[in-house]
């Protein structure tokens, strides 16, 4: 498909050039789509998308039939087959969900029920003694999740990247979306100098900044547009060797996964994030979270030394709710701007987003271009 209109400069304008709006990007401009991709700032992935856990997640605790399950579990599966095509570096390291007690591991029963509804079914239920031979000691139970891996997500985003111009599409920083409105017959992205471009198909992929954004589109529904809220996440790091190969979780919390036990490809070993509602945007690490993050690690690794954790850096979820409730789920509509069904809008990419990136832009192909 070529852009054959003639009132247009590009089919596909995209704000955010995070891993969604480039996982965008990829996968239309391989359909022949002639794509824009912009960016605040002066490179791509500057925000959420390089402050992760860099875990590639199987779907495990999603609503069954959510976006986030669907489209986690299929992400999952397209995001290896592009790091297998593209050379990009990832590691199956899998996952053990731990249980420390009885009632711990009631809960454990239930994340598993809930896996076996999203149809995820490559997730085993291990015993004390079985674990004990996988070398994982003095735990009462846990869910052993194969198909959880680490990707290098820098690695990743520079091969969507280059794919992206390789498919001649464009992508542009320090170009930020001032506003956005439309005609008949095409829509115009207007950018901070007032310079302005024509396109066909306007997608609102701008991450933590995807309220805002949406504010400034021209006839957006104010009353449909969900609250913004921000959820920070802290890491602490060791330079210390640990007795695990693999991810350690605890049971997940209000608002996170429960701070988790994560290795890069490096070999480095990272502790997070924990769940802290902000009211704006601020990556400060806060040292003083060093005693709660040591108890919380103690339950799967007694030996550490609370003197063994240094700060290591955060990330912001995007949070969105509807009239003070929660909205649990990735949120992408078509239907928010009165009059125009091919501006579309995506919110509340929080995790399994970098997971799920692949499979979110094959949604958004298939259901609104
Ligand atoms: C602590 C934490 C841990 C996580 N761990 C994992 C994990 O292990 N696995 C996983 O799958 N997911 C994880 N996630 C989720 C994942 O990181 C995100 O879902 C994903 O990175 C979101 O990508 P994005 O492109 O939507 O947002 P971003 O990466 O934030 O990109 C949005 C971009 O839009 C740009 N922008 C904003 N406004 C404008 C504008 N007006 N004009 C132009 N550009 C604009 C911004 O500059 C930014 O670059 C985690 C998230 C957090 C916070």
Known sequence: MTNTNKFVDFDVVIAGAGVIGLALAYTLSKKGYQCLVVDKNPSFGEETSSRHSEVVHAGIYYEP??????????????????????????????????????????????????????????????????LEKDGLSGIFSALYSPSTGIIDSHDFMLKLLKLITENGSTVAFNTPVENVSFDDNKINVFFGDQYHLKCRFFINASGLHAVDTAKRIENISHSLLPQNNYAKGTYFKIFKKTPYRNLIYPLPEEGGLGIHLTHDLDGNVK????????DTIDYQVAKDKKNKFYNSIKAYLPDLNIDDLHADYCGIRPKISFDGKTYDDFFISNELVKGNKNIVNIMGIESPGFTSSLAIAKYVLSKYL
Do not use: T, W
């Not at 299929?74 to 592009?82: A, N, S, T």
């Not at 420390?100 to 015993?127: P, T, V």
């Not at 502790?271 to 902000?278: H, L």
């Open 271 to 278: 502790f997070g994030p924990d769940v802290e509602y902000i």
């Open 65 to 130: 039939n959510s976006l986030k399950s669907k489209l986690c579990i299929e992400g999952k599966d397209l995001i290896y087959k592009f790091c297998d095509a593209h050379s990009v570096r990832y590691k199956k390291i899998g996952k053990y969900i731990i249980a420390s007690d009885k009632n711990q591991d009631k809960k454990l029963r239930k994340i598993q029920e809930n896996a076996q509804k999203c149809n995820m079914n490559d997730l085993f239920y291990k015993n004390n003694k079985e």
